[in-house]
């Protein structure tokens, strides 16, 4: 046993620069679970300075000179931001506001469908059963309220937190832009000066760390926007709230469109009921699902190396525990940077290129 164990770590581990790069993985994997909260607006940050690079680099192809190009460039980020927390957020809030209003509303509505079950289907649903379900209903209401109460209690450390991040934010966009080129070498200057391995690794995933991040960021605007267009042309309440969740659901691959297919069909059976409109609106959001899968993301996703959708759940399971929403959202290319890292990882001494 003592012989395979020791056969297998100068296999895998005979090569120095392999031990250096294992250790920086499970440093950055202890920093994501203990500190990942706190750096929320660093990483966050990164996250947007990397967006919006491509632009700057595209700039700069026409012949715009670099500072010119991030000065252009973190004025858009700027107005786009300004737009959103002057327009979007207060238009999401107040519907967010309106929601929790009219749940008693809803929750009245839901005993009737109930109690209707048992009158017109006195055979298949009894008493009990409506009984049941009318408990169960009353006593998630009840979970529900005390969740809206302590969100309430905690809202104004909350608030002030997002008005830190609002501040820092731009901030840190910025020097990010500005010094990106300091920063990568200084970081680099820590690694060792033969990193073959590295460099094999880095080639890969920069590509695909561009093309994921930027695609999945022009996915939800695209899913989002035409979801809200369309929830607009029918009249559908919360618009703008529902949108927004559809956007971001496309961020939790398989999983997330059909969890927020729940409220969009509840919301709109609330309106209007088993009538056309509802069976319509359903038809049309399909569409939209059918199209972003379908069309969508084989567009926007050409260059991400396939994994196999039993990996992708299990990776959005194991970074979303670690990391929450970013851990989602970093899903695929942490896992797709596992497979990089595997397949060129050196085996007996020898880098794979």
């Given at each position: ?13 005979s ?35 990397y ?11 026409l ?12 004025v ?19 519907q ?47 979970k529900?309220?005390q969740t ?31 010094d990106?080129?300091?920063?990568v ?35 939800i ?29 496309v ?25 056309s409109?509802f ?10 699902q ?5 069309v969508?993301?084989?567009l ?7 994994l ?21 959202f970093?899903?695929?290319?942490l ?19």
């Amino acid at each position: 046993m003592l012989r395979f164990v020791t056969s297998w770590f100068h296999k895998y581990f005979s090569d120095e620069e392999a031990v250096v790069l294992f250790f920086i993985l499970i440093a950055g994997l202890l920093v994501i679970m203990f500190f990942g909260q706190m750096l929320a607006p660093v990483l966050a940050s990164i996250v947007i300075a990397y967006i919006l690079q491509g632009l700057v680099y595209k700039l700069m192809r026409l012949k715009v000179p670099e500072s010119v190009a991030i000065g252009l460039t973190f004025v858009f980020f700027m107005g786009l931001l300004v737009v959103s927390i002057l327009g979007l957020f207060p238009l999401i809030w107040g519907q967010v506001s309106a929601l929790v209003k009219e749940f008693p509303r809803m929750f009245e509505g839901l005993q009737a469908s109930v109690l209707s079950l048992h009158d017109r289907y006195p055979q298949i649903v009894s008493e009990t059963i409506v009984n049941q379900l009318l408990d169960q209903i009353s006593a998630e209401v009840g979970k529900y309220g005390q969740t809206v109460l302590s969100f309430s209690l905690k809202s104004i450390p909350n608030v002030i937190a997002v008005l830190i991040y609002a501040v820092l934010l731009p901030i840190l966009v910025f020097f990010f832009l500005k010094d990106r080129k300091l920063i990568v070498s200084g970081l680099t200057a820590l690694l060792p000066s033969d990193r073959k391995l590295m460099k094999v690794i880095w080639v890969e995933m920069n590509a695909q760390f561009a093309n994921y991040i930027r695609g999945k960021s022009l996915e939800i605007l695209i899913v989002g926007g035409a979801t809200y267009i369309a929830f607009v042309i029918f009249g559908l309440n919360y618009a703008a709230l529902l949108a927004l969740l559809v956007g971001l659901s496309v961020v939790i691959p398989y999983i997330g469109a059909a969890v927020v297919t729940i409220p969009v069909a509840m919301i709109a059976y609330f309106q209007w009921g088993w009538e056309s409109e509802f069976v319509y609106l359903m038809l049309v959001y399909g569409v939209i699902q059918a199209l972003d899968g379908n069309v969508l993301v084989p567009l926007l996703f050409s260059e991400v190396v396939d994994l196999h959708p039993v990996l992708i759940i299990v990776a959005v399971l194991f970074f979303g525990g670690v990391w929450g929403f970013w851990g989602v959202f970093f899903a695929i290319p942490l896992a797709t940077l596992l497979k990089a890292v595997l397949m060129a990882w050196p085996r007996g001494g020898a880098v794979a290129t």
